[in-house]
Structure formats: structure tokens, C-alpha cells
């Protein structure tokens, strides 16, 4: 994917629908129907009561959404605190995705896109807040998720991860994962910990993002972020440059390839502290996924070095709050110790939960502990915690009331 950065403000280049007649009329149609074709200028089909791209995003801070989903003939939707609300404005047509993606990634951001059939897009509004996009094509046209994000950053202390989280900001070197499904809060808990850390100790810090979200700033450490897309072609460039540019902190974005993986636990053995995420639901599973990544005859020397580089990892992901509005982070932590590296060393993941559980003294939590203490503090209810946990069916053995009638929800387990 290509990442176009438009910030608040921005103008746009100029009405080029005739410098792109050409592209759209080759493009493959991708729409069911005679309407198949992208069409740069439509025939005149009469008024349209079609939203604006300011009346949708003003409907979506004013409803406390984390995203909008929009797709050509679809009704907008809405992401309010995990549940999809279908919102009361019309359906876009195609020609409105088509003129918002030139709103939104100006003309060479649509060629991209109409090129690659995906791209994704960091978005200002001046009076509205940053938004993390992403444009795609799909089988009736084109569509779009708008997330958004806060322009503040969090303090870790709001965040009410486990303690030991905090202890991630002191690793001199190494490697930490924060994992997570989709939209689980891993950005926002990586934004805090290089905040904190960049104001309390003088570092070099580097992040590598596809887009950029957070904006980071300190008096007290040096902080450059790239963007995949704007400042750099991939994340293995990036990567590469950073081996070569006396980092003390990396921050990448996801781990998304072979190469990227191995450049960072390159980075994390030649002593930086690295960053990053996956999108996996358990510690556990952080661990095999960075490992049958590689090819078999590599994965014993990948398994020797994981082994000494990891410093720690937390699983976490997002639960309705009993005490207020919106969500809240519920986190599993792994922190690396003599018997976590054996496992590892011996490819022997499936023994990572029980080494979790005999670590609490250490700092270490599983989701289900988590999830427990979320409960007794009041932030959480009972019916969430069976509808999140890992195994409820051993929540009954550490003290908690039966499940609640009418269990298990249609949500499910997480």
C-alpha cells in the first residue's frame, strides 16, 4: 500500500479529471451491473442528497466513534464503542468516493489508487481532528474507512494497563511487542510509552508508521518520525536506514513481512529497544507468528535469537467500560525470564500461558487475570469479562460468580 499525508488545511491541486480521463477510462470495472465503470465525468443525473465529507466526520466526533465505514450505494456506518451503528445520511454514490478520495489524497493519491486499488491516507481537519484512512476497491466500487485519532496523547497512567507495562520505558535494549486485533488500542499504548519515555530520558527515537498518527514531540528527546509512502518507500527501508542512523529507540508500526521482521530483531541485537506490533490475540502467539514467518531450515537460528532478544510483550484489547462512556484497554503481559527463553529456544509456545501464570510476582498477567481486576475495580462487568476472556470456562475456579443468564452472547469470546 502507498501513504499520502494531507494535512489540516491543505488545498487541493486543482480539478485534474482530464489528466485522469485517460486512467479511468482503462480501469477494469469492478462495480456488478451496467454501472460497472469508473466514470471520471458522469452524465448529469439530477440533485443528489448526498453527505459531505465534513457532515460525515462532524457525525462521527459528535457520536464518540472510533471509525466510519463508507462504500459506494452503502448507508454510512459507524464504530461506537465496538458496535456498528448505520447512520441516518444517504448513500454515496461512486462519483462521490471518486471526487473523495481526490478530497482526501489529492489528485496523485487517486492515480495511485485507481493504479494499485488500495491506498491508505494520514487526514487533517483543522477544527476536527486527524483522521488514519484507508481506500480500497471492493465488488460495488470503492470503500473507505476513516479512523480517528486523538490528538493527544494519553498518559500511560489513563491507559489502566497492568503496572508492569510501565517498566517497558526502562529496557535499555531488546525487543517489545504489543499485539492485538484490529482497532485494540496497540497505537495508542505505543504513542504513550515513547511519549513517556521521550520526556524522561534524552533519547533518539525513530518511528516508522503506514500512516503517521500520533504526533510526537519532547523537550528532552529527539523524535523524527517517517511514513511509509511520504518519507520512505517501505517499512525494510526504513528499516535499513535506521541500522545506520545511532538510534537509541525504534518504534515500527506493524510487522508485516519476512524482511521486516528480521530487520528488527537485527535492530533489537545490535542493542536498540524496538518496538512494535502484531495482531495476534495472545503472547503466545506473537511468538510463533514472528517464527513460522521464516522458512523452516531458518526458524531453530530465529527461535536462538528471539530468545535473547525479547524483553517483553503485552496482548491486549479493548472492553466496554461498566463505570462510563466508551472502552478501556485489558492487557496480558509477558515479561522475558530464564524459563521464557528456554520455551522459545525449544519451540515450545504452547507452554507460554502456564509460565504467565507463575509469573505474576514478576510482573507478568494473563488477559483473564486482567480482565479479573478490571471487574473488582468496577471498570468492567461480569457479563464482559465471560464475553473477553481467554478460557472462562476456568473463571468459576478463581472466584468469580457464574456467568450471566442468556450466556454466551452472539459477541462471543475474544
Given amino acids: 500500500m502507498m501513504g499520502f499525508d494531507r494535512p489540516p488545511g491543505s488545498p487541493h491541486e486543482g480539478d485534474a479529471s482530464q489528466s485522469l480521463s485517460d486512467v479511468l477510462q482503462n480501469l477494469t470495472g469492478i462495480r456488478e451491473g451496467p454501472a460497472a465503470a469508473f466514470d471520471a465525468e458522469p452524465a448529469s443525473r439530477g440533485p443528489r442528497p448526498l453527505p459531505t465529507v465534513r457532515s460525515l466526520l462532524e457525525e462521527m466526533i459528535q457520536r464518540k466513534a472510533s471509525d466510519i465505514y463508507l462504500c459506494t450505494d452503502q448507508l454510512p456506518r459507524y464504530r461506537v464503542f465496538g458496535e456498528v451503528i448505520t447512520s441516518t445520511q444517504h448513500s454515496p454514490d461512486q462519483q462521490f468516493m471518486i471526487d473523495l478520495v481526490r478530497e482526501v489524497a489529492g489528485e496523485k493519491g487517486l492515480e495511485a489508487f485507481l493504479q494499485t486499488g488500495d491506498i491508505d491516507v494520514s487526514y487533517g481537519v483543522s477544527d476536527l481532528g486527524r483522521f488514519r484512512v484507508n481506500f480500497y476497491k471492493q465488488r460495488h466500487g470503492i470503500g473507505t474507512v476513516f479512523r480517528h485519532i486523538p490528538t493527544a496523547v494519553p498518559n500511560l497512567d489513563d491507559l489502566y494497563l497492568p503496572p508492569s507495562v510501565a517498566e517497558f520505558i526502562d529496557f535499555g535494549h531488546g525487543l517489545v511487542i504489543v499485539t492485538g486485533p484490529t482497532g485494540s488500542g496497540k497505537t495508542t499504548t505505543l504513542a ?180 479479573i481486576a478490571h471487574y473488582m475495580a468496577g471498570r468492567i462487568t461480569l457479563q464482559e469479562i465471560y464475553d473477553r476472556a481467554h478460557r472462562p470456562e476456568d473463571l468459576a475456579s478463581q472466584g468469580l460468580p457464574p456467568p450471566p443468564s442468556g450466556y454466551p452472547t452472539a459477541r462471543g469470546s475474544a
Fill in 192 to 371: 504513550a510509552l515513547i511519549k513517556t519515555m521521550a520526556d524522561r530520558y534524552p533519547l533518539h527515537i525513530v518511528t516508522v508508521e503506514n500512516p503517521i498518527e500520533f504526533h510526537l514531540d519532547s523537550d528532552v528527546s529527539l523524535i523524527v518520525q517517517r511514513e511509509v509512502g511520504l518519507h520512505t518507500p517501505s517499512f525494510a527501508r526504513a528499516l535499513k536506514d535506521a541500522l545506520r542512523e545511532d538510534i537509541d529507540v525504534l518504534m515500527i508500526g506493524e510487522l508485516r513481512d519476512l524482511e521486516t521482521i528480521e530487520l528488527a530483531l537485527k535492530a533489537a541485537e545490535m542493542g536498540m529497544l524496538v518496538f512494535c506490533t502484531l495482531h495476534t490475540t495472545n503472547s503466545a502467539k506473537a511468538i510463533s507468528r514472528i517464527i513460522d514467518v521464516f522458512p523452516a531450515e531458518e526458524q531453530d537460528q530465529v527461535r536462538m535469537l528471539l530468545a535473547e532478544t525479547l524483553r517483553g510483550v503485552l496482548a491486549q484489547q479493548l472492553c466496554l467500560r461498566a463505570d462510563g462512556p466508551g472502552r478501556i484497554a485489558c492487557g496480558e503481559v509477558l515479561l522475558s525470564s530464564p524459563s521464557l527463553s528456554y520455551l522459545i529456544r525449544e519451540g515450545k509456545s504452547n507452554q507460554i500461558h502456564s509460565t504467565i501464570q507463575t509469573g505474576r510476582e514478576a510482573g507478568m498477567i494473563t488477559m483473564d487475570q486482567a480482565l
